[in-house]
């Protein structure tokens, strides 16, 4: 597997193609999904070389299909993934793995194994974070620059509900973000009345 190149390959397209009304799902969550991915992968014990790799992998392309059209991203992202990744020299059962990874953050999330855990986590590790106002501004306005919702009273009722159903998977994100993200869920409440 010829990593690197992969990844110059697909953050070349996400810099280049992506659309520019992607405030939150653009260049900059595929670098901080990538980033956060390996350090819970990290804190989880992964220390298989082929398996980091393959994680790594997932967290640069699992949004990439939003290169190609919005709604049913990850499927297209596994068709970014199934074309190109033969060209770096991922086989078959890698793909589809990797395949397998980008799929556990399709909304409602269901991993079935450690790395999708790992992937979802990293995904939506925002949620517990200090910077989860900012970031969930940007996909406020993503939102309403496609026409899914208009007023911030819709937005806030939306985050309660998505607050209210999401859960961490790995011990790491439930150790570092479940009590954070349970504070903006209060905090979001209360906006709501």
């Known amino acids: 597997m010829n990593f690197h190149l992969a990844k ?13 009304y992607l405030t939150y799902h ?20 992964i220390t298989d070389e082929e398996d980091l790799t393959l994680l790594k992998t997932a967290a640069i392309f699992h949004d990439s299909g939003f290169i190609l059209a919005y709604n ?7 068709e970014i993934v199934r074309e190109k990744l ?13 395949c397998s990874m ?9 991993p079935q194994t450690q790395l999708e855990e790992i992937l979802a986590d990293a995904d939506l590790d925002y949620l517990g974070r ?9 996909l406020f306005e993503e939102f309403k620059s496609i026409s899914l919702l208009k007023t911030e009273e819709e937005w806030n009722k ?13 011990k790491t994100c439930i150790q570092r973000r479940k009590d954070a993200k349970e504070k903006r869920l209060v905090e979001l409440r209360k906006l709501i009345g």
Request: charged share 25%.
């Open 86 to 98: 033969p060209e770096f020299d991922y086989n078959e059962e890698q793909i589809e793995k990797i």
């Open 72 to 78: 049913g991203h990850e499927d297209l992202s596994c």
């Open 102 to 110: 980008i799929q556990a953050t399709k909304i409602p999330q269901n």
């Open 130 to 138: 200090e910077d989860f106002y900012p970031i969930s501004s940007s």
């Open 8 to 20: 110059k390959y697909i953050l070349t397209r996400l810099k280049d193609e992506l659309p520019s």
């Open 158 to 170: 939306i985050q309660v509900k998505f607050l209210e159903q999401h859960h961490y998977f790995t």
């Open 26 to 45: 653009g260049y900059h969550h595929t670098w901080d999904v990538y980033e956060m991915t390996i350090e819970i992968a990290m804190s989880e014990g």
